[in-house]
Structures are given as structure tokens and as C-alpha cells.
């Protein structure tokens, strides 16, 4: 079964700001997944009565096979679509089915976070996450991306006989990139960049055991659905080759993928919750004849690092951060005696951090994220996100001059939004303020094309 295009523009959901869809009634459509077998999957009708991959029930998340075609933003294709809610035939070259495992995917992701952390969708506003699938010819060239603009996840296509990048932990990863950002808003470069790829691995990891599929059985390795071997694995990171399991200085020295870099904290939380040494999910050594770690579970443990993020790391957080953030954490949560605390302190030694690395001192502005260049068309639909966490936790609103006529910023969420009115060539200029005064300001180019 193909993916059906929806007849006409008539067709189409409304969708509003909160990305809760204005459509009819829910379906429990069938879905044959190549991750994830048979599942059920909540949809929602289109005004022509076709059924579409919009989920109501957890703020209008959907997905948009792009068929090939090139991402252009949030606006551009159209609800993944299907006359009698019977999605996807289960292999993996065909689009309905790669359509399936990604929505299937991301429920799980906003499911997980709701459950286990009350946080409700990325922005925790509500509004689900829009996934593009099939983006791009099928060449060979396998990704799966987050981009921050648009809040958006994309998943290229399969090719040479291969699965979509679109299994669960591949899916929940590039979506925890997006609340990375808007919550400690790690760099992307050093140790902080290592952190902000771990992040995702981590929750990764934990909603594919919350899933707990037995199409696709939870464990501690990253990506192992859509490749002939996995990507990462957390026990010990050096069985990926480069990847780091033991922090030395200069650890981020040279050409050091974050990947790579994001091994060591990859490795505390594995033993965090598993323990070190041999377990029914790996092996995984201490650094440097620290003492053996015994785990404290994945429930406490993601606990500990999601408070971590929401809290108290910081854009610059080094190693040494992280383990004064998640030793704050645990002591919050469980006391500064517990058990748990002390098996933070434990399992950070176990990867060579023991805090005498110096943390650096925190920036005081809010950290407004670069804004890509951006181009639309006269009459489209716009939704860029400007993303700038404060590190002092502060509430930041946001500014904007030379924007495009027919766009607005909103001052407290930072959205973009609107229709452009005008074709031209925009420079915009971005400014986030916090409680203090501090600022911090990004350029942009912004060009409207005819209609």
C-alpha cells in the first residue's frame, strides 16, 4: 500500500498554533510497521473523510511523507494520508510503513516524557511534534535529524535494502535534541556538545524500555534497528571504535565527534542504573580501578538526569558540571545521604570524573540559539521557534525587527508565525531579554518567494 496524497487544499486539517487538530472524528487505524509489527495507531479524519497520521490525543502530532522531495519547512507537504486506516504493508520500502514506525515512534517519545516527567510534548506547551519522513532521494545517504527552527524531526529515506532511520531510540533521540534545547540548551561543540548527544541516547534508551516492544526489545544500544550493527553502545563505548568510555584531559582535544565525546556520560548513566561490570546487557568496566558501581534502575536514574537538564545544567556544562548538576539532582530528589546520591558520585568516578576538572562559570544572557536563514512563500503557512534557555533560569521574551509584513513574533513563546504578505529579501534581527536586562541577539536572512 502507497501513501495517498489528500484530494485537494479543502482536505487538509486546520491546524492551529497549539497543533491540536480541528478535524473529525478519531480513528484506530492498523498499522503494519517494519520496527514495530502490527500496532494500532490513533488518527484523525480529513474534512473529505480520508483518514491522515494526526494524532489529536497528543497535541496534533503527525507525520508528512515528503515522497523524495526536499525539506522546505514547517508548512510544506501534507498529513500522511489513507482511505480506510490500514497503514503500510510491514516491509521496509514502503513509505505508509516507515510512516507507521515513526508516528509510532514519536507517540512512545511523548508518551514517555508525559508519564515518567508530566512534561507535555518538547516544548511542554502541548503541542506535538511534526515528523517528515522519506526526506530526500534515496541515495544511500541515511540520517535522521532534528531541526530546531521548526521543531521538526526528519527521517531520510530507506535505500539499498536497508530500514528508514526510524526506529524507536533513533526517533526519541533526535526528538530529546529538541528539549535539550529549550531547556539547558547544551552547545554543540566540547564537552558540552558530548553531553547534548548523550542526552539523547539516554532518553532514547529509556523509551524504547518503556515501550518495551517485543518487535524490538529494549537494551542499551543506539540505533541497532536500522544498521547492520549498533550505532553506540552505552556499556562500554569503545566497542564503536573513536568513542570515548573514560574522561582524560583534554578529552575534547582534535576532531572529536560530540558522538564520540557524549561516550563517557553514554557510559555513567549505563552503570547509573545497570551497575558496572557484567550484566544480561553488557560489560562495562570502570575507568582506572574506580570502585565497582552497583545500579540504582533507569526509573531513578532518568529521573535524575532529566532534573539535571530542566534545572541545572547549563550551555557551557563540562563533565565536572554534569556531575555537580546530577549530584543536585539526586540530592533533591532523594537526599544528600541517599543511596541514590552517593551512586551519582560513584558511577561519575567509575568514567573518570571525580569534580577537580574546574566548571565554568555559567553565562549570565540567555542563550538565543542560531536561527537558520529562511525562505517561504507569499501566502504559507510560517512557524519558526527561536529557542534561548537562560541559564539563570530566568523568564525570556523576544523581540523582533525587520521581519517579513504579514509575520508576527510572539513575545513570550519566541514563535514566529503568520502569513508573509510581500516577496523580498529580509534581514531580521533577533533579541532575547531575561528578568536582569541581559541580552542576547541573532541575525537572520529571510527570503518570500511568489506564491
Not at 12 to 23: C, F, I, K, R, Y
Amino acid at each position: 500500500m502507497t501513501t495517498k496524497a489528500i484530494a485537494s487544499a479543502a482536505a487538509l486539517l486546520a491546524l492551529g498554533m497549539t497543533g491540536v487538530a480541528q478535524a473529525g472524528p478519531v480513528g484506530s487505524g492498523l498499522g503494519h510497521g517494519y520496527q514495530n509489527g502490527d500496532v494500532r495507531i490513533s488518527t484523525s479524519r480529513s474534512p473529505e473523510g480520508d483518514f491522515v497520521m494526526v494524532d489529536p490525543g497528543r497535541g496534533g502530532l503527525q507525520v508528512r511523507n515528503m515522497a523524495n522531495d526536499y525539506f522546505r519547512g514547517w508548512g510544506f507537504g501534507r498529513p500522511s494520508a489513507d482511505a480506510d486506516d490500514v497503514w503500510g504493508n510491514g516491509s521496509k520500502d514502503d513509505r505508509q510503513t516507515a510512516d507507521v514506525d515513526a508516528y509510532v515512534a514519536a507517540a512512545r517519545t511523548w508518551d514517555y516524557f508525559l508519564q515518567q516527567h508530566g512534561r507535555r510534548g518538547i516544548h511542554d506547551d502541548g503541542t506535538g511534534p511534526r515528523l517528515f519522513t522519506d526526506v530526500g532521494p534515496p541515495d544511500g545517504e541515511f540520517f535522521a535529524q532534528y531541526e530546531p527552527d521548526c521543531g521538526c524531526t526528519l527521517l531520510g529515506p530507506a535505500a539499498g535494502g536497508k530500514a528508514a532511520w526510524n526506529a524507536t531510540d533513533v526517533v526519541a533521540h533526535e526528538m530529546t535534541h529538541g528539549i535539550t534545547g529549550v531547556t539547558a540548551g547544551l552547545d554543540l561543540n566540547g564537552e558540552a556538545g558530548g553531553l547534548n548527544e548523550s542526552t539523547s541516547d539516554i532518553f532514547a534508551t529509556l523509551v524504547e524500555f518503556s515501550a518495551n516492544s517485543g518487535k524490538d526489545r529494549p537494551d542499551y544500544t543506539i540505533g541497532e534497528g536500522v544498521g547492520e550493527k549498533p550505532l553506540r553502545h552505552m556499556d562500554d563505548p569503545t566497542k564503536d571504535g573513536a568513542s570515548k568510555g573514560c574522561w582524560t584531559p583534554g578529552v575534547t582535544d582534535g576532531d572529536q565527534p560530540n558522538h564520540q565525546i557524549g561516550g563517557i556520560s553514554n557510559k555513567f548513566f549505563y552503570q547509573l542504573a545497570v551497575g558496572s561490570g557484567q550484566s544480561a546487557w553488557g560489560n562495562s568496566p570502570t575507568c582506572g580501578g574506580a570502585p565497582a558501581v552497583t545500579g540504582i534502575g533507569n526509573d531513578k536514574a532518568g529521573k535524575i538526569w532529566y532534573r539535571a537538564l530542566t534545572r541545572y545544567l547549563v550551555p557551557n556544562s563540562n563533565f565536572s558540571g554534569a556531575r555537580d548538576a546530577t549530584l543536585r539532582a539526586a540530592t533533591d530528589l532523594y537526599g544528600a545521604r541517599s543511596t541514590e546520591t552517593k551512586t551519582v558520585a560513584a558511577a561519575w568516578l567509575a568514567v573518570g570524573v571525580d569534580g577537580s576538572d574546574p566548571i565554568p562559570p555559567a553565562p549570565q544572557a540567555p542563550s538565543l540559539k542560531w536561527v537558520n536563514p529562511q525562505s517561504s512563500a507569499v501566502g504559507a503557512e510560517v512557524m519558526v521557534r527561536l529557542r534561548a534557555p537562560d541559564p539563570q533560569r530566568q523568564r525570556v521574551t523576544f523581540t523582533a525587527t525587520g521581519l517579513p509584513p504579514g509575520l508576527n513574533l510572539n513575545a513570550t513563546t519566541g514563535v514566529v508565525s503568520g502569513n508573509a504578505t510581500h516577496q523580498g529579501t529580509y534581514e531580521v534581527t533577533f533579541t532575547a531579554a531575561d528578568c536582569d536586562g541581559n541580552t542576547s541577539q541573532r541575525q537572520a536572512s529571510w527570503e518570500i518567494g511568489p506564491r
